[in-house]
Each structure stands twice: as structure tokens, then as C-alpha cells.
């Protein structure tokens, strides 16, 4: 259950982690060789930088949701054409027939600009077949292969929007938690770290102890 949901361990935001990991860097490496009989390595130190540096260059969820609004809007465009080049079509038909009998109906559309995103691929599919079909019946009106065909175009592309945005949701979902996994692990690794240094300069040095805080506050102004 938890690896389809992780929940973030740190208790402030992934920038903040990030920045965190940053500042306290320059102390592990000052501190090296005094932490080295706690446990800090140069491979962990070197883990930890490696670690921080391939973190922010990870996108951002803002960057990634906008990515999606751009395929999102796209498809909205997209959309309105198909409905646009079947309501041109619908509305020839509706010249010979009215859109109450049986022969405006056998195109299997009635209120175009009302259809349902679900109902509209299957909607605009129909009425090529049935326009096709009935072609020649409606030539008078101004029915031509080349409307059908433009109704055809718009179709397939507009499944290809679809496609695309939930390809856009899946990167999203898929880069969002990857993020936080991530984030947990680093978060894990400046806790162990930050325990270290935090041990060793307790009872020495209040001032060295404070940069190993976890969530470090900025100093109090001297009174």
C-alpha cells in the first residue's frame, strides 16, 4: 500500500530540504575527519553532495502541471475543431432534413457542441461512415468528401490529445512520487548526518552543534 502512496518524511518543503542539504555541506567537509569516528565516511559525504545535486535538477510538480495544462489546452483546441468541422456537416444535412426525423438522426449526431468528451471520437466516427455512405443523397446541399475528410483529420487528432494528456498525467503521477521517494531518502541521509555532528559538538561547541540541526532555524539575534 505504501509504495503506491508514499508519504513525505520531511517536515518541510522539498526546496527546503534541498536548501538544507546544501548548507550543511561545508561543515561536513570541515568536520570530516572529527565525524570519521562516527560513522562519516567520504562515501557518505560524497553520496549525500551527489545525492543533493541530482535532486535539484529533478523538475519541480509546478513545472510538470503546467507541461500538462499545455496538453490539456491543446486538446480543448483540438476538440473545438472537431466539433466545428461536424456541426459544418451536421448543419448541411439539417438543410434537407429535419434534425427531429430518422434521416438526420441515421448520422448519429444531434447536439454537437453538447457532446461529451467520451461520446465525441465515437460521435464524429459515425457520422464520416454515415456521410460517406450517404454522399451522393446530399451533394445538392454542398456535402463533399473533403468535409468528411476534414471531420476524419480532426478525429484522429483529437485521439491522438488524449493519448497525449494521460501520457502528461502518467509522467506527472510517475515523476511526482519518484520526487518523494527520492526526497525520503535524502532526508534520511541528512538526519543520520546531522545526528553525527550534532553528538560530537554538543558539549564543545553550541555554535558548531547548531549547524547540524535538522530543520535549521536561523540564529537569534544577540541581545
Request: net charge negative.
Amino acid at each position: 500500500m505504501n509504495a503506491k502512496n508514499p508519504v513525505a518524511e520531511y517536515p518541510f518543503t522539498q526546496a527546503e530540504l534541498w536548501q538544507r542539504c546544501l548548507d550543511l555541506q561545508p561543515s561536513l567537509d570541515r568536520d570530516a575527519a572529527a565525524l570519521a569516528g562516527r560513522g562519516v565516511t567520504a562515501a557518505r559525504i560524497n553520496k549525500l553532495k551527489a545525492d543533493t545535486a541530482e535532486f535539484g535538477e529533478m523538475e519541480p510538480d509546478t513545472v510538470l502541471v503546467q507541461e500538462g495544462a499545455a496538453v490539456t489546452e491543446e486538446k480543448d483546441e483540438v476538440a473545438e475543431a472537431l466539433k466545428t468541422a461536424m456541426q459544418q456537416v451536421m448543419s448541411i444535412i439539417a438543410l434537407r432534413d429535419e434534425p427531429r426525423t430518422a434521416r438526420y438522426k441515421r448520422f448519429g449526431v444531434s447536439d454537437v457542441m453538447n457532446l461529451p468528451e467520451a461520446k465525441l471520437h465515437l460521435a464524429a466516427t459515425m457520422l464520416v461512415k454515415q456521410g460517406r455512405k450517404y454522399l451522393d443523397e446530399y451533394k445538392a446541399e454542398g456535402l463533399t468528401a473533403a468535409l468528411l475528410d476534414a471531420v476524419a483529420a480532426n478525429n484522429e487528432h483529437f485521439v491522438e490529445g488524449l493519448t497525449e494528456r494521460k501520457e502528461a498525467e502518467n509522467t506527472r503521477a510517475g515523476a511526482t512520487r519518484a520526487r518523494l521517494l527520492f526526497a525520503n531518502g535524502l532526508y534520511r541521509q541528512l538526519v543520520q548526518l546531522c545526528a553525527a555532528g550534532d553528538s560530537y559538538w554538543r558539549l564543545t561547541d553550541a555554535a558548531k552543534a547548531r549547524e547540524y540541526v535538522v530543520d535549521a532555524a536561523p540564529a537569534a539575534p544577540a541581545a
